[in-house]
């Protein structure tokens, strides 16, 4: 039982890592990663000047017994394996690029060993510091062990942690956030197999399907996406992700209390009326005027001797305060209605999707595929001998052809009775895909 809590405690600890890292180290395998998260989750970084934080690099020690509970069973693999594993994640390698047009190819683990009496002991390489432990005015990426340590893909963990470096919009308010990748970008940032890049259908079942389910599965949160077309040529996707549970994350304030108190006793100093600042809390919400007060502050210092001083700059301060929330709401209201736009867009997509589809059925003869949309495919036999199961290409095809004809051509028919099919029959199993 003590294990088992040692364990829950290590999957609910926070990882940071600065977000270069995040891309330096997209060669790993899901193995490396998990060992990679282990050594991370015990490590306190720098983030702000008033927080204890750590100043070099400490061995991390994970127990025999908590690693036989971390990967111990289907999910996260074999501890039997943990000698075969360990020595390769020994030998991992990553390129860090800097601003100056310069790389470097630098050794993950100073020290990386397992010894049956200790378990794992991890010691990262002092070249890492300054995207592991030095994350002062950095974009850097938060997350929970457990958000990702059950992945099985590559693929997903990727995407996932892609999307996570957006998650900060949560704290403003939104439901949801995304992330636009090209197809350049996904056989990039995800280390896309050259095998499944070569054509969009593979692409898109290996590289992005299987991985979206799996994190819709596995993980505390629900992926999506769109397909980006230039014509007819798919050049990207954007996905979209929220958590399972919103509330926990909608709620959760970039002040807390004590924030809070120094903002408002900062504000005072300024000369700022108490009315005013909780009129502004009230109608905006502290977040938005924490951020107003920062940008306004900095505005004002750099203005020049006459608003630097006395009620000028007061006038001053007050005047940034309002534009600025007046901004970020505006910014925040444009976001809400292009959300708003794409889902009612989508949904009337949809709609023409399912009535060119029950126009092009009836004109050939299909009367009733209205009460075909209710029914589910997977479910349904077809009333012919033995129809063979068309693949994705198959489909991709008989798709394409009836979008381009805006109906079942002779020669179509004669396809899908090749492989065993009436219009009916392949009407009832596969609708879905047709009008997706």
Same mark, same amino acid.
């Given at each position: 039982?003590?294990?088992m809590?040692?364990m829950? =405690?290590?999957l609910?600890?926070?990882?940071? =890592?600065?977000? +270069? ?12 990663? %998990?060992?990679?998260?282990? $050594?991370l989750?015990?490590?306190?970084p ?5 927080m204890?934080h750590d100043?070099?690099?400490r061995q ?7 690693l036989?509970? @971390? !990967? ?5 693999g074999?501890i ?5 594993k360990?020595?390769k994640?020994?030998?991992c ?6 601003k100056?047009?310069g790389?470097?190819?630098?050794s ?6 397992? /010894? ?6 991890i010691?990262?390489?002092?070249? *890492?510091? +300054? ?7 950095? +974009? ?9 340590f059950?992945?099985?893909?590559t ?25 636009y ?10 280390n ?23 994190i819709n ?6 992926v999506?996406?769109?397909?980006k077309?230039?014509?007819r040529?798919?050049i990207?996707? %954007?996905?979209? *992700?929220?958590?399972?549970k919103?509330?926990?994350l ?12 120094? *903002?408002?006793?900062?504000m *005072?100093?300024?000369?700022?009326t ?5 009129t502004?809390?009230?109608? !905006? $919400?502290i977040d938005?005027?924490a951020?107003?007060w920062?940008?306004?502050i900095d505005?004002?210092n ?10 000028q ?8 305060? /309002? ?18 736009a794409?889902?009612? %867009? ?14 092009g ?5 299909l009367?009733n595929?209205?009460?075909l @949309? ?8 077809p009333?012919?001998n ?5 693949d994705e ?6 798709? /394409?052809?009836y ?6 051509s /002779?020669? @179509?028919? =004669?396809?899908?009775?090749?492989? $065993?099919y009436?219009?009916?029959?392949f009407?009832?199993r ?7």
């Amino acid at each position: 039982m003590e294990v088992m809590i040692r364990m829950c =405690q290590i999957l609910e600890r926070d990882i940071i =890592q600065a977000n +270069p890292l995040i891309e330096a180290r997209k060669e790993m395998t899901v193995t490396e990663m %998990r060992l990679f998260l282990l $050594g991370l989750q015990d490590i306190k970084p720098h983030i702000k000047d008033d927080m204890a934080h750590d100043v070099s690099f400490r061995q991390t020690i994970i127990s025999c017994d908590e690693l036989k509970e @971390l !990967f111990g069973n289907d999910a996260y693999g074999n501890i039997a394996n943990m000698k075969k594993k360990v020595e390769k994640a020994s030998r991992c390698i990553i390129k860090l690029s800097y601003k100056n047009g310069g790389f470097c190819f630098g050794s993950i683990y100073k020290i990386i060993r397992y /010894e049956p009496s200790i378990g794992l002991i991890i010691q990262f390489s002092d070249v *890492l510091k +300054p995207y592991i432990l030095d994350l002062v005015n950095q +974009p850097y990426t938060k997350y929970k062990v457990k958000a990702l340590f059950g992945l099985s893909s590559t693929y997903a963990w990727h995407l996932l942690e892609s999307l996570l470096e957006n998650q900060g919009y949560f704290k403003q308010g939104r439901k949801k956030i995304y992330t636009y990748l090209t197809i350049e970008d996904i056989r990039f940032r995800l280390n896309a197999e050259n095998k499944y890049t070569d054509r969009i259908d593979s692409l898109k079942k290996n590289i992005i399907d299987i991985p979206v389910k799996e994190i819709n599965e596995k993980t505390d949160y629900v992926v999506w996406y769109e397909i980006k077309r230039k014509g007819r040529k798919i050049i990207g996707f %954007r996905f979209w *992700l929220k958590p399972k549970k919103a509330a926990e994350l909608e709620t959760a304030p970039i002040c807390t209390a004590e924030e809070k108190k120094a *903002l408002i006793e900062s504000m *005072l100093d300024e000369g700022m009326t108490k009315a005013a600042i909780n009129t502004w809390i009230k109608d !905006f $919400g502290i977040d938005a005027v924490a951020d107003s007060w920062r940008l306004a502050i900095d505005h004002a210092n750099n203005k020049t001797e006459t608003h630097g001083k006395g009620m000028q700059r007061i006038k001053y301060l007050k005047a940034c305060m /309002e534009k600025n929330i007046a901004a970020i709401n505006a910014d925040e209201a444009a976001i809400k209605a292009e959300i708003d736009a794409r889902e009612k %867009r989508v949904e009337a997509e949809k709609q023409e999707s399912i009535k060119a589809m029950q126009e092009g059925f009836a004109k050939i003869g299909l009367q009733n595929v209205g009460n075909l @949309l209710g029914v589910d495919a997977g479910h349904t036999n077809p009333t012919n001998n033995d129809p063979q199961e068309l693949d994705e290409t198959q489909l991709m095809i008989i798709r /394409e052809a009836y979008k381009i004809n805006g109906e079942f051509s /002779e020669s @179509l028919l =004669q396809t899908l009775a090749n492989h $065993g099919y009436t219009i009916n029959t392949f009407a009832k199993r596969y609708w879905k895909y047709l009008i997706a």
